[in-house]
DNA sequence: TAGTGGTCTAGACCACATT
DNA sequence: ATGTGGTCTAGACCACTAC
């Protein structure tokens, strides 16, 4: 037995499941239970650790979920895979920069409240020419911008955002601290040969290849929160995309 | 009510709770459940259905993974979305041309057993030099090349695919007629100018942008299942990706 | 305060894979 | 034949939201 036993908290607020899913992900992550290893089988887990069978159950099946478990009827729970992995995430010069310790810059250079046009309005699920604010940004590592990010907000979300909050942190972060929670998203990557104004803010020559990102976002009722269409130096970016069960 | 009782059939082997989940999902569907509207709370639909709560629960939740509904605790459970959105699609004037009706092609340009060098043998965890099946294959449409796709799968995987096979379905449905499940992925999208090779093969100028992607693939035990090398007419192709809770 | 989903129990029987 | 996960029941109590 390599697996340690959780220590349970039940006057905790945090449910039991999750304490126990914890308690496997960290085994899993720390090596005590590697790739290819059996979990012991449902029952004699829930019967040493003093649950019921569907609490265990439900840890369980939380890390298959996440991908980091399969369970085969007739054979038991297997590890396949030591982390979680991230749905979809940019990989990018600008955060290898910034976690090599290197100092990579926002800088906006549009932020305004402006009437939306007809494709914006309809992508924000608006009334055609109704006040939106607009937000333009260029980022940049060692002075050379890499990418061109514009995205526009309901004002009833956007309204009180900040300049100096959007050169410190992401949009979605500054989203965040104005309580406005984005639970889905839908993006659609493309390419492009750079326009003449793209290739002038990216310091690029006319027709270098761009990566493309167009981006909608929703919060949990369903309600846009943000529309964004992002130009990327293709050299600099690229984006990871995992699937399961696919 | 709008909402019309299930049938429920108790000696099928398809499971009540997927049973329901299927009812909802078609009522969603179909529009007789709106988005924004809400469902009944579970106590009073797990009588109504002669169900246990936790069996209505379990469908429930399955929509909820599926991002058609968001339950919120002293709220209720409210549809938020129509149709399950697949988590990456590439929409491609391949498949737009194939469901209008129009015959695009795949010819395939190699299929041969081949030693993989050190990159593709470090991707499919195999030793260097290790004998391994080699596909490339140009898409076309109209007669015109859209898309070239290279792939590299162990011997044992893919030792017994056909070119015929391969003219007429996919990748992944030739792999799953000769029992080899794809249960995860991680892709590399990216964008680069096209070589002098590249701009032959799919009849674009020597520089055009390209969508690229690169992908490693594994069955549900972690075994590499094959590792792929596309590039695409950035004009023809885009790739959508769907995001929840992010 | 009333109503909702969130969590949990202690069983039961079944389907499937392996031996 | 054995052992595993898959499904299901009939309750219980709690935490949160809205009124």
């Given at each position: 037995m390599t697996l340690v036993d959780p220590v349970l908290q039940r006057s905790s607020p945090v449910p039991l499941y999750f304490q126990v899913a914890q308690h496997l992900e960290a085994a899993i992550e720390r090596g005590?239970?590697?790739?290819?290893?059996?979990?012991?089988?449902?029952v004699t887990l829930s019967e040493r650790w003093g649950l019921s069978r569907p609490t265990v159950r439900q840890a369980i099946g939380d890390l298959v979920d996440k991908g980091l478990l399969v369970r085969t009827r007739g054979v038991g729970t297997q590890v396949v895979r030591?982390?979680?992995?991230?749905?979809?995430?940019?990989?990018?010069?600008?955060?290898?920069?910034?976690?090599?310790?290197?100092?990579?810059?926002?800088?906006?250079?549009?932020?305004?409240?402006?009437?939306?046009?007809d494709e914006i309005a309809e992508h924000l699920g608006l009334p055609s020419g109704s006040e939106v604010v607009h937000i333009e940004r260029v980022r940049r590592a060692r002075g050379v911008p890499l990418a061109v990010l514009r995205n526009w907000l309901p004002v009833t979300v956007a309204g009180s955002i900040e300049r100096a909050a959007l050169e410190e942190h992401g949009l979605y972060e500054c989203l965040r601290t104005?309580?406005?929670?984005?639970?889905s998203a839908q993006q659609r990557i493309g390419a492009r040969a750079a326009s003449a104004a793209e290739a002038r803010l990216l310091e690029v020559r006319r027709g270098a290849p761009l990566l493309t990102m167009e981006r909608s976002a929703s919060d949990d009722r369903a309600r846009p929160v943000e529309w964004g269409s992002h130009v990327y130096d293709a050299r600099a970016y690229s984006f990871t995309v995992n699937l399961q069960s696919g």
């Open positions: 005590d239970l590697r790739v290819g290893d059996r979990l012991e089988n449902e030591r982390r979680v992995q991230r749905q979809v995430q940019l990989t990018s010069l600008f955060e290898d920069l910034r976690s090599s310790g290197q100092q990579p810059t926002t800088s906006v250079l549009v932020l305004e409240r402006a009437p939306a046009d104005v309580g406005a929670h984005v639970h």
